[in-house]
């Protein structure tokens, strides 16, 4: 970001005085670097450098800018040099352009690429189709294809002529037969082996491949798992439709897990930067779980009101309830977390519910007796508190925490059955739902432990009445 | 793992009967899959087909296990069979078997390594040396070293050579003037060369590199951002060290993000899969935080037990306090994972502190309005219910998410500052935090708002005395 600070200003200086200077300053500088100089420019005059370089040199600065940026640009730019310079971006890139702007702005931007370069705006149509998060949508159309029946000096020959043309390079050629993948042979198989073999004598036809329909974080998990740094997207009746790359994919590794963390601390997932997401936005976002979570609490509001006859009758028993319900937050929080991140790494199935299940009750337990014996310290530091109390408290803390432990590692498992991202199982969510529990909980411990004092209490203030 | 699991018991059983037929069976099968059959087999199984094959063949197999499974079958096997085995994996795979080994296991293992190969011996030490997660200690010491004077079909060859040596496929050649680096050669750079140029003359020399010492974190933004497959690490003097490939990137990112959720949700990190980490690890990973938690909400039953004369005053006021301090945690943990988050993805600075209170606090009397509204609507559905106690409510309400947006957004940057990962302060954390300063709020607005219904039941009270 320096450097785009330090040359932000020079360049605002050159556009204004010597627009044709642009052109060879630029050819010094990596594009991720021109592309954050272009985000530090205000939108105009992002869009006058971009119209004064050639499409191929603005596709890969256009290709890195933030989405936002993006459709700022595509706004203040004439629709046809945007479709040119669409139409020299990687064919991923260029539909997850097209997947970012509004409805009415794509579509006529969409239409100025169908008279510029007609095979491209095909291409955004055959990644478009495919749902948002799959990896028929992750894909680029854009490989090396190759006949089986070629030899390998022809297909070095095919990848040194693409690697002059385009800016992406191609570690992997596919030999097809007939649109269906029949091997695939990298770079490294193409230069070890003999350049008058043939294709189909050095390419691997055991294939790793993903469907176009598989969710693109069990795609990242596929790549990681085999080390790959490109995988193939390969239809039902065995046709190649295009292929993923290692750097989408960590893409989508930083952005998915960003969406986990903000769920579980119950934000509505941002997509965008903390400081770039408007106020209303924010506001949105945590608005919602905010109220959910307020009206959920609203039950433990309910509760202790049901139960406070039985609060009332032992002395001090309500002071004890935020100590006692946070502590089956808490561990509700913990379980809870562990099983998200499980199931998202695939460490967990849902399959082993019931181990799960058998381990936390255990753990809730042991971590319970735990506490209830800190608790029970607490309550006998006062002089003023009976043992009868302090073994109310202490069982009631070993109820909540086991009750937590449990509550907290089942309900992503139960959301996952329901098709719901099992993230959405806040922390903040199940304290609320613990919570309530929890107070439920202490007033039946209290009635079982304590049952003459509850009595004696009430009959006095009935008398008193 | 459906492929293990069927495969497994085959493999058990040719071990018994004809484990000379092993070698052939393997052949055809991908090193990941293998290692998912060996997790699968017995240590002493696993440890006698490892011993089986030749060492060339085990170590792709042995550098996909996980930690403990290394461990495990280091003990198992004899220390001259694993030297063996860890002299042909790759540099960096082997530093981090040295690392993840006990001292006295790895020591034993170090000196059988030191015979059987010195140099693989050697290069454990360059990369040992270097910080647990800094970018020294994720490099592997193993890349193509050239001369820059020599021809691009010479450096071609080199390139071959390795590939037909090795597993792992070199995509870049290191031009070296005397230890330093001079420039760097992508295969895609050579292979569009003309084979007769000298490498001086293809080579880039603007190199994105990393220092040693530099967080792993950081790399992978840094290689994230400019989109490289590999990044070399050089020293201060500009001597290239190793280089740091993709596929190590993704490990970083998915164990740091583990990490961070679950430091999140109050869990000391646990390293190893949910159903591979024991009872008394769990216990102990989680135990910690339970305790402080507990201790930490002590503060929030002190501060009841102090205001209770207050809260005893106003009928009722008692059951509203898990509802309003609850709110404080909610807007506290989304303030806080959004921070978190920020930090970790580099958006957002430490030097960005008073922005963010500034937002937060905003955010927190919007959002905190809101909510206030609600809660007054709440406290009114009672018949028995005061408009005096229901603006006491609200205003609580607002000022304790006011506290929560603002403490849970600046805690993390404090814990930044102070060197201490910011994911530190869990959801529960945070909650634990605002639930004391909640009740401190509500009971200091309930005198400012009821102060004479306050101070005529204390009267009463003290008559009835």
Redesign the interface.
Known sequence: MRLASLLGPDIKQILKEDPDQIRDLLD?I?P?DLADIVSELDPDEAAELLARIPAEDAAPIFERLEEHEQEELVEQMPKESVAEIASEMAADDRADLFSALPDEVGERLFEALERVDPEAAQEVRDIEKWPDTSAGHLMTTDFVAVSPRILVAEA?DV??KR??ERDE?V?TVYALDKDRLAGVA???DL??ADATQGIAEVMRT?V?SVPPTMDQEEV?RR?????L?VIPVVAEEGRLLGVIT??D???V??RE??E???K????EP?DV???QTS?LT??KK??V???V???E??F??TA??YY?PVMEAVK?A??????L???G???G??S???????LA?G??KLS?WW??LI?EA??GL??GA??AL??MG?VLMYPDQTMRFAITVALTVLAI?LAGCTVGAMLPIILKRLGIDPATS???FI??LV?TLG?VIYAHVAMLVMNDVIQKAQEAAQAAH
């Open positions: 010094e990596h991720e070095l990848v040194r690697a002059k390079f570690y990298s770079l490294r230069l070890i055991n790793i990242a790549m990681a798992k085999y080390d740094n290692i750097d994919i960590i893409d590794l930083v897990q960003t986990d963390v903000q579980i601390g119950a934000v941002l930067p903390y400081f106020f924010f506001i945590r608005a779980w905010l109220i979570l307020f009206v609490e609203f433990t509001q202790l009101r406070d001090g309500l002071l004890y309830v935020p100590l319900i946070s502590a937050g808490n561990s929080s913990q809870s977390t562990l099983v998200i991140r499980g790494l460490e967990v082993d181990r799960i381990r255990a753990m042991f971590l735990m506490i800190i608790a607490r925490i806040s922390t903040p304290a609320s919570d107070v």
